[in-house]
Structure formats: C-alpha cells, structure tokens
T-cell receptor, first 113, second 114 residues
Framework: GDSVTQMEGPVTLSEEAFLTINCTYTATGYPSLFWYVQYPGEGLQLLLKATKADDKGSNKGFEATYRKETTSFHLEKGSVQVSDSAVYFCALSLSGGYNKLIFGAGTRLAVHP | KAGVTQTPRYLIKTRGQQVTLSCSPISGHRSVSWYQQTPGQGLQFLFEYFSETQRNKGNFPGRFSGRQFSNSRSEMNVSTLELGDSALYLC?????????????FGQGTRLTVV
C-alpha cells in the first residue's frame, strides 16, 4: 500500500549545522509531497510542498526536491537554529481529488546552541 | 484570521463511555479532515468531510464516526471507548478537497481513556 518512510530520530545537531532528514515514499500514481512541522504542544504546520517530479519546495531556509526516480523527498537546511527544534513529518497525498494525507513516523530534531 | 479551533483541548474519559470532539475550521474553509496521533501508530487519517458529506474514510472501526454541519464545523464521535483510543486527535481544514490545497491543523484534543 501507499506509505512514507522517514529516517528515525532523534537527530541532534549544533546550531548552524547542516540538516538532512531522509524521506522515501511508495505510492501508486503521482502523489503530491509535503513536509509538516510540529512544535511542542501544537498542531502541524505546513513547511513546504511539491506537486510534481523535479519540483523544489522551499520555505524558511528549508528545501526539498521531489525525486520520482528515487521516490524521495529529503528535507535539507543549510544552517539550523535552536528554534528549528521540532518534529518533522513527511507526507503524501494521492491523486483522485481527495485531501487524505499519509504521514511518515516523524523525525524529532533537537538543535543545541 | 482565526485558525482552526478544536474543543476541548484535554479530555479524560472512562472505558466504555463515548466522547464527542469539535472542530471549527478557518472561516471560508469547507473541507475538514480528522487524524489520530499516537506514539505507536503515528498520524493516521480518520475521515474527511466536504459540504456535509463524508468523502473519504480511513481504516478505523465503526465506533469512530463524524459529521459536518452546514457552517462547515465538524464533530467526531467515538463510542464504547477503549484504552487504545487514547491519542491526540487533530482536525485540519482546507479551502477545498483538492489534494494540493494546504491543510491547516488545529492544536488537537488530547483524549485520555482510563
């Protein structure tokens, strides 16, 4: 079935380090891909999205490129801040006009000064 | 503008009871989806409503149900609660049900079943 696999966390980095969180997917058709972020005690916020192959989503210094050949959507940021500490979820939505999101397990990021 | 509002924020119920959770979407949004978040299963889709009609349902037992009202507000109900229903229940609203439309999430209702 359709699914999303993320690298396990937690990921612990020092401030200004480079971040990569791996995400791969299995899906029929041509899914849209998303990264959501969840800060402690809050709901999810959309970080970025890509709707077709080779699209690059970007926001707040984060980037991810939709790679159909490797079925991947890895999240990257060149220089993380303490305020980026949160849980990051990779997700997909399938073709067919529905709004259902299929999420990965989430990756907790902790950034230390 | 006001975000997605979920009430109550926290709830404690006893096994066998039923519970109703409420979600008020962002003004103008007509699509509402519900998700269950647990440490073991992660985020799982429950159902989606648009124009008072359930358009899609996840793989949950019939004890989980929902509805949407004409003002787009939605409720979900869980009957005969089990310990495993303890979770954070998240509601998301979107302008439309199209798959590329951004979903805005509420802060969730934390349900504890004892």
């Amino acid at each position: 079935g359709d699914s999303v696999t993320q690298m396990e966390g937690p990921v612990t980095l020092s401030e200004e380090a480079f971040l990569t969180i791996n995400c791969t997917y299995t899906a029929t058709g041509y899914p849209s891909l998303f990264w959501y972020v969840q800060y402690p005690g809050e709901g999810l916020q959309l970080l970025l999205k890509a709707t077709k192959a080779d699209d690059k989503g970007s926001n707040k210094g984060f980037e991810a490129t939709y790679r159909k050949e490797t079925t991947s959507f890895h999240l990257e940021k060149g220089s993380v801040q303490v305020s980026d500490s949160a849980v990051y979820f990779c997700a997909l939505s399938l073709s067919g006009g529905y709004n259902k999101l299929i999420f990965g397990a989430g990756t907790r990021l902790a950034v230390h000064p | 503008k006001a975000g997605v509002t979920q009430t109550p924020r926290y709830l404690i119920k006893t096994r066998g009871q039923q519970v109703t959770l409420s979600c008020s979407p962002i003004s103008g949004h007509r699509s509402v989806s519900w998700y269950q978040q647990t440490p073991g299963q992660g985020l799982q889709f429950l159902f989606e409503y648009f124009s008072e009609t359930q358009r899609n349902k996840g793989n949950f037992p019939g004890r989980f149900s929902g509805r949407q009202f004409s003002n787009s507000r939605s409720e979900m109900n869980v009957s005969t609660l089990e310990l495993g229903d303890s979770a954070l229940y998240l509601c998301a609203s979107s302008l439309s049900p199209e798959r590329n439309t951004e979903a805005f999430f509420g802060q969730g209702t934390r349900l504890t079943v004892v």
